[in-house]
């Protein structure tokens, strides 16, 4: 069974920046495709960003609401997927969820939907 556990959220001002990290417990890690999605109270799930595997180029994709803010990525020898936040604003306040799947195809990757793995989230509060 593969787990993921985020950390690195936080209550943070307009304009700051936070690092968030996610551990998967997979010995393949390298094979999964990465995501990270996040929730406000009352919405859906909502994509932030994803990176392919490393035999996929590990292409980037990103939400229009976080490109040029955002930066997801990956070291396979820790195992672990990163989100750099930067300029952060108030509506990106939310608990942020890593995601993993490794068969994902290219036109579900911002569907929370077809992810199999889920971390259990992490706040992130951006106070103005």
């Known amino acids: 069974q593969v787990q993921l556990v985020e950390s690195g959220g936080g209550l943070v001002q307009v304009g700051a920046s936070l690092r968030l990290s996610c551990v998967v417990s997979a010995r393949t890690f390298s094979q999964y495709t990465v995501a990270w999605f996040r929730q406000r109270p009352g919405t859906e799930r909502e994509f932030v960003a994803v990176?392919?595997?490393?035999?996929?180029?590990?292409?980037?994709y990103y939400a229009d609401s976080v490109k040029d803010r955002f930066t997801i990525s990956r070291d396979n020898a820790k195992n672990t997927v990163y989100l750099q936040m930067n300029r952060l604003k108030p509506e990106d306040t939310a608990v942020y969820y890593c995601?993993?799947?490794?068969?994902?195809?290219?036109?579900?990757?911002?569907?929370?939907?077809?992810?199999?793995?889920w971390g259990q989230g992490t706040q992130v509060t951006v106070s103005s």
């Open positions: 995601a993993a799947d490794m068969g994902i195809i290219l036109s579900s990757l911002r569907n929370y939907a077809h992810y199999d793995y």
């Open positions: 990176m392919r595997s490393r035999v996929r180029g590990s292409a980037t």
